[in-house]
């Protein structure tokens, strides 16, 4: 150390001894130099101090540490190691920051706070769980994880040693260790192995724990746990080994004590029925929980714990008997202590009496014979060599064995219990390694000593030897690896307090000796002590007593009463008692006392031991002592520890009084003496205490060196460097290989050394500061008077000014008054003159007028009879020149006008005229010719009919007359003249019932005009109550706003439900799919288990859907889809929705049976069918083939004009939606009413194009029917040329008839269809009309939320706004228009390849027919069609045979992997499958649609299962199976997924069934997917968080770095692999990018996306908040600036994305209020309001902690005051907080997936070759 450093200087802190808080702060006022007697202090009061210093008596004071060292988590990181120092930290940390776990080295200290804390949840245990210890804040999670890791590194067992005095929470932290393990190492199947060994802590709390004057729940025994582990580190089983129990405590309890706890609880519930016979009533009535004047511990009941004793007695396998039974012998030893035991008049005998009831319920319990108790309980039997006899007691020694029975049933009891509950939690799986955690007492001294505060001070004797040497080990290891010299530390040895109590002839040696004796006493026993070891240093007789000894102890002295060691030692009971009850009638009973045999010889597996010895022999029974058996299992015990890596924890009671975070130094300082914490800080003091790493040196010194030092590469060179330069003494420091080692001080002294240099930086910046502030204020002084002065001679010369300005003036004013006198006197001398010469030349001037004017109206008299003269001669020549050119003009029009009419009458004159309407015309004059044509055809054909019906009635009436004239008999021709006349009555009904159509038709027509009239007056009304709905929605607005408001409000809860409501199903499903892949795994390995060599054939009668999958077939159904089923049953309630749900299930069954009824009657009908026709063709002589073609020739026109007829009229139904909806949108500008009309006009053009069509239609229908009506006359004429025609003419001729009426029947059936199609075309168009009105009603409603959101707006926000509007609209029609050219273009391209192709096949087809050669002429057709083959489109379906099957989905989905269909169209194979559905249900075969289906569902499921780490095959399976079943939804038919559809989509919809069961199975499996998604992404993003955002220096140089514990320097963490990965923002972000792009590369939807980006969001939010909350080091103003720039970053991305509205930037508002919270000022009232005001995502304890966790960096920082702290929590008393501290890191949002209908054309959908799907053809 520098000569310039004295430590003990003026301002120096220092700690003095104080009678009451045990040391008190000070400073140091005056420089002390070497030999001054006197050291000048300052209390922090003020107070001055004069403190004596002496070389030996009083040396000088502990130095202080500086405050940025206060409050460490880890003692050891102190630099001053002293015993104030650590008393101090402990204080700081549990009153002000409520921290009551503090690492010591490798010891946890854990403060009891006497109040439940939150810290020991889930989340909390998940937050510890694989973190480094120093990471974090101390914990008992911590050193759990600690000893859990490693375990499983090192693999070597554990061992967490707790221990502490009574109250100190040993208990509580042994359970709260056991829990961390139980959820931290589960057990892996269905055992529960951690669940019953968490049962145990109530069993034995019960049996084991009493209230004693230091704690509600102290344990009265010590016991150690083994906790079994499997190889893959999962919980098998565990057991537990108990050491002396405090059997006194059974019949004894001083003042405010209480009994065992299981005592009290049988008591409180001893009215329950099963407890009746037990005869008890309250705990006061019985002497043995009587006895402490208070049954009752405030806050506990009894009642309630005995329910949760018993229910872990159950789970832990005890059956309901033997916990009777249990309970049986817990009651008699109440009932054995209210025996009443008389004494007899010689004092020397006793007896109880017979009807003593306590006594009868005493035996009835146990099953014992009451005489003989009765008897034994009053008599003893000794046995000598010669004889036996038995001998009376008196009433006391009665008494002392009655409490001997007592005590020896419940410890015996108590050792059942404890070798039961380790039978139930053994395992027969081999072990593999174990944590044992040792829940013991802790150092005892009280007033009055007896022999279990021996006991337990030898055991805590034993473990100090095992924690110094451990220590001194550790300290080794540490110097050795850093390779620094070893230097032998000196520690105290208590290996001479151990050989005084167990070596030979030590105490206990001599106390079994005293034993043996017959008439052994106390007295004797002391004396031997006092001569065999008065000369140990450990051992000391006390002056004023010769009954008891004083021992000194690693932790104080003790002074033990003898009284009481014998009898305790030996625990005698009376064989003959002990006999009585091995025979009772009940096993249990007899079981506790019966013998056993020896132990068997230790095996791999850790035996149950209890701590007391199971006796061999009823001679040899209590040979053995009660100080021997403790020897020998605590020498078990240090076997045990010594195997294992120890892990200690050390509990302190702060105080007596059991209050809330209350710190009593005085008790403190004596417990951390005992438990060993002062001697860890003093071996480590004894070194190099202070250890940092370079790099961290570095970082906090730099500031030290020189620049030239800095720029050296090598930082271990400059900080070697630095430290030769800074500290002189070479032995103060060591370098290490990667540490630098300091004696204590030595950091104190460079942190003072680093602070003068922050202080002279700062002084010098003050004073560079203040100079230019002066000169600031200098120059605006200069500036001010600079001003002034200019102000004042301003103001001088205007003065000046103003003077020259009135004399100037008055100069003026005289020169100007002297020139206007003059002039005055001049203009009246010049008016005068000018006067006089004015009259006189005006009298001149009006004689010459006079005479001028005489002149000019003598001119003006000529002139105007000159000119009526001229205009008289031209007016009769204009006349004549008129009639002229009017005569010429005449006929040159006349010939124009001939010339006109006839241009007029030419097209092209028309054309001329308007040039635009050509097409239209050209179009018109097309239909009117189709039209004029169609007429006269149809015309033609009527004359044709009729003219065929006149020759068919001539002819007849001429075969009538032959008939007549060859046969005699006229009946065959009067029947034929009647059915001749019942034809033509037929014809007439025929056209009368055509003439009714056609009248019903036009009724109906007129009907529908006036209908259609109605609806526009609808819609004019609708129009004006649109206005006046307009002009109300602006008179109240204001009201509006408000409801809007309040329906906001019920919006955003009834969609809160909904997000409820949806989460609890998802995690419903989460739990199905856990218990799925639960149950696949009990399957798995129950076939494993079962297997033998050989084929094994699963029945075949199991399907597909049975063995793979869970979910239900296609013949059974659910609810729907996801989202409907909740919206169900949120509108309809649980039992309502449910009953409805069976309904709908029978309805949809009724359905399907009908389904398969009408099939199989359809293929009845079918047969029928094909049996008429081929009877009728076998009947009818065969055609020529002439006739097969023209046959065919008809039916392909009639084909053709049918298609045609379809495409117009969904062209129609098209263009009228397109004009309805354009219509309403523009109704309110007249230039698009213009544009409307046009549309409606060229509506009304294809409604008449489409009436032509179906004329066509109709026409060559009827042409058809006629054609095939002369084939068959023709041929029934070529029949008649035969002989005989008597015998063959009179069938023929009926037949004809006949089927002349069948002819005409089908032209009534073509008027009907015509009329029908009329009707329907009406109809349509009502609908329409309907839909523009409901359009226009939308239309309203739009209009009017525009106008509301309009009116809100400012003016200039209206014009942007309405500026958008109108380039939205625009850029819309844009598209539109190009979109509408597009197609027609493609259509037009279409339809000329169509027409090549039909003309070329037309043309084959014609000259097959003229090449073919007939025996007869073919008939000419009536009209000739050009004939064109429509080629056949692909249809968008995939057929696939169905052995096919399991290798399309291999192909599809097992093999296939996401980079080989990356360059095609996303989520292809949910296409291709959906096709392949799309087929099947073509085909109508269910059986493939249901194997297709749950075989795709159970194929996806087991590649997720075989990728369940894979993030990209995770998404690439969402994507596509979210595609699937929007797909499923699009295509379903159902109205509400069509809307958005093209009309080629809508044709492509299912056709036969309905998939909406199939839909909740996609659904269910997208969200499991889903769920696994979060959890791939999840578990990567996880290890990168708390690197990412609080570790990494995304700012370079901010954070700074203070001095590391031991936790930091000697953790888990595998310091020489160059430690954890550490990651950075960039890393972080980088894998987010990753994310997103790979989700966003498969198709996966946006919305979707959005939620896996939240849900990351949040468990970046979720764990970065929680560790924060866990850590003090990164709380603090530097990491606050951190943190705030890398959520900035991460906000930053979410806008880079486009993802800033998915909801995940709100996701890290904790965070970033946080990070708000440790940069804000945290000093002043007003500071505390603005807290409050802005961490609103906080809740109070996350806000109370992150300030309580707030550590300055630097000495000029200022810490967070306890006031301050408590305003805090003033302020938000009123929120409602819950008490969790910690986030849930396994929260998952509620995921919704909404329907994406897709754009995709499925007959344009092109699959890769590379795909090998050869197997599947287009349809």
Known sequence: ??????????????????????????????????????????????????????????????????????????????????????????????????????????????????????IYGEEVIEAYSGQNMGDMDPHIFAVAEEAYKQMARDERNQSIIVSGESGAGKTVSAKYAMRFFATVGGSANDANVEEKVLASSPIMEAIGNAKTTRNDNSSRFGKYIQIVFSRQYHIIGANMRTYLLEKSRVVFQAVDERNYHIFYQLCASASLPEFKDLGLTSAEDFNFTSLGENIFIEGVNDAEDFKKTREAFTLLGVKESSQINIFKVVASILHLGNVEICSERDGESCRISRDDPHLQHFCRLLGVEQKQMEHWLCHRKLATSAETYVKKMSSKQASNACNALAKHIYARMFDWIVEHINMSLQTSSKQHSFIGVLDIYGFETFEVNSFEQFCINYANEKLQQQFNSHVFKLEQEEYMKEQIPWTLIDFYDNQPCIDLIEARLGILDLLD??????????????????????????????????????????????????????????????????????????????????????????????????????????????????GHQFRSSLHLLMETLNATTPHYVRCIKPNDEKEAFSFDSRRAVQQLRACGVLETIRISAAGYPSRWTYPDFFSRYRVLLKKSDMMSSDKKQVCRNLLETLIKEPDMFQFGKTKIFFRAGQVAYLEKLRTDKFRAACIKIQKTVRGWLQRVRYRKIRKTAITIQRYGRGYLARRYAEFLRLSRAALICQKQYRMVRDRRAFLRVRQAVVTIQAYSRGMYT?????????????????????????????????????????????????????????????????????????????????????????????????VQQNSGLGLEVNKLQKQLELMKSQQVDGGQLLSLQEELERLREELKDTNAERKRMEEEHGSEKLTLQQRVKELETENGLLKSEKEELNQRILQHSQSSEVDGSNASQREASLQTELDAERQRYQNLLKEFSRLEQRYDNLKEEESLSKFQPGHRRNPSNQSSLESDSNYPSISTSEVGDTEDAIQLVEEMGVEKAAMDISLFMKLQKRVRELETERKRLQLSVDKMEELNKRKSSESRSPTSEQEKADNAYNNLKRQELETENKKLKNDLNALSKAVAERASQ???????????????????????????????????????????????????????????????????????????????????????????????????????????????????????????????????????????????????????????????????????????????????????????????????????VTVQRKEKDFEGMLEYYKEDEALLLKTLISDIRPNTVSATVPCLPAYILFMCIRHADYINDDQKVESLLTSTIN???????????????????????SRLLHCLKQYSGDEAFMTQNTSKQNEHCLKNFDLAEYRQVLSDLSIQIYQQLIKVAEGIIQPMTVSAMLESESIPSLAGVKPMGYRNRSSSMDMDAGGPTSYTLETLIRQLGQFHSIMRDHGLDPEIVGQVVRQLFHCINAVTLNNLLLRKDVCSWSAGMQLRYNTSQMEEWLRANNLYQSKAAATLEPIIQAAQLLQVKKKTTQDAEAICSLCTSLTTQQIVKILNLYTPLNEFEERVTVSFIRNIQNNLQERNDPPQLLLDTKQQFPVLFPYTPSALSLETLHIPATLRLDFLTRV
């Open 513 to 626: 000796e005293e034993c043996k004796v017959p008439k052994g006493t106390e007295q004797n026993w002391a004396q031997k002590l006092y001569k065999q070891h008065s000369s140990s240093a450990h051992f000391q007789k006390p002056r004023m007593s010769n009954i008891s000894f004083i021992i000194i102890h690693f932790a104080d002295k003790v002074e033990y009463q003898c009284e009481g060691f014998l009898e305790k030692n030996r625990d005698t009971v009376y064989d003959e008692q002990i006999n009585i009850l091995k025979a009772s009638q009940f096993q249990l009973v007899a079981d506790l006392f019966h013998e056993k045999d020896d132990a068997p010889p230790k095996s791999s597996r850790v035996n149950v031991r209890a701590a007391k010895s199971v006796p061999k022999a009823p001679n040899r029974e209590h040979r053995k002592t009660v």
């Open 1226 to 1424: 523009n109704n309110s500008s007249n230039e698009l009413q213009d544009s409307y009309n046009l549309l409606l006009s060229q509506l009304k053009s294809a409604n008449e194009e489409l009436d032509a069509r179906k004329e066509e239609v109709l026409i060559l229908r009827t042409q058809i029917v006629s054609t095939a009506q002369l084939l068959e006359k023709n041929d029934l004429i070529d029949s008649d040329n035969v002989p005989e025609v008597n015998n063959s003419k009179e069938p023929v001729d009926k037949e004809e008839a006949v089927k002349a009426y069948q002819g005409l029947c089908e032209s009534k059936k073509l008027l009907e269809a015509q009329l029908q199609s009329q009707a329907r075309k009406h109809k349509d168009e009502l609908e329409a009309l309907h839909t523009q009105n409901e359009l226009l009603k939308d239309d309203i409603e739009k209009k009017q939320e525009i106008i509301n959101s309009y009116s809100s707006l400012s003016p200039e926000a209206q014009v942007e706004y309405s500026i958008q509007q109108e380039i939205t609209r625009l850029t819309n029609d844009n598209l539109d228009l190009k979109e509408l050219v597009e197609k027609l273009e493609k259509n037009e391209r279409k339809l000329k390849k169509q027409l090549r192709i039909y003309m070329k096949k037309v043309q084959e087809l014609e000259a097959a027919q003229a090449a073919a050669q007939s025996s007869r002429s073919r008939p000419e057709l009536s009209r000739q």
């Open 1 to 118: 150390m520098t000569s310039e450093y004295y430590p003990y200087s003026k301002y120096t802190r220092v700690w003095i001894p104080d009678a009451d808080d045990v040391w008190k702060a000070a400073e140091i006022v005056k420089d002390y130099k070497d030999g001054d007697p006197v050291l000048h202090l300052k209390l922090e009061d003020e107070t001055p101090l004069e403190y004596a210093v002496g070389p030996k008596s009083n040396p000088l004071p502990f130095l202080r540490n500086p405050d940025i060292l206060v409050g460490e988590n880890d003692l050891t990181a102190l630099s001053y190691l002293h015993e104030p120092a650590v008393l101090h930290n402990l204080r700081v940390r549990f009153i002000e920051s409520n921290h009551i776990y503090t690492y010591c080295g490798i010891v946890l200290v854990a403060i009891n706070p006497y109040e439940q804390l939150h």
């Open 1499 to 1521: 194929a996806i499921k087991k590649v997720l299962k075989k990728n369940n780490d894979d993030f990209e095959m995770t998404s690439f399976w969402l994507a596509n199976t």
């Open 846 to 942: 009006r004689r010459i007028f006079k005479e001028f004017l005489l002149h000019h109206k003598a001119m003006i008299i000529q002139r105007s009879v000159r000119g009526w003269l001229a205009r008289k001669k031209f007016q009769r020549a204009r006349n004549a020149a008129v009639i002229i050119q009017c005569a010429f003009r005449r006929t040159r029009a006349k010939k124009q006008l001939q010339q006109l009419k006839i241009e007029a009458r030419s097209a092209q004159h028309l054309k001329n005229l308007n040039s635009g309407m050509e097409n239209k015309i050209v179009q018109l004059q097309r239909k009117m010719d189709d039209q004029s044509k169609g007429y006269r055809n149809q015309n033609e054909q009527l």
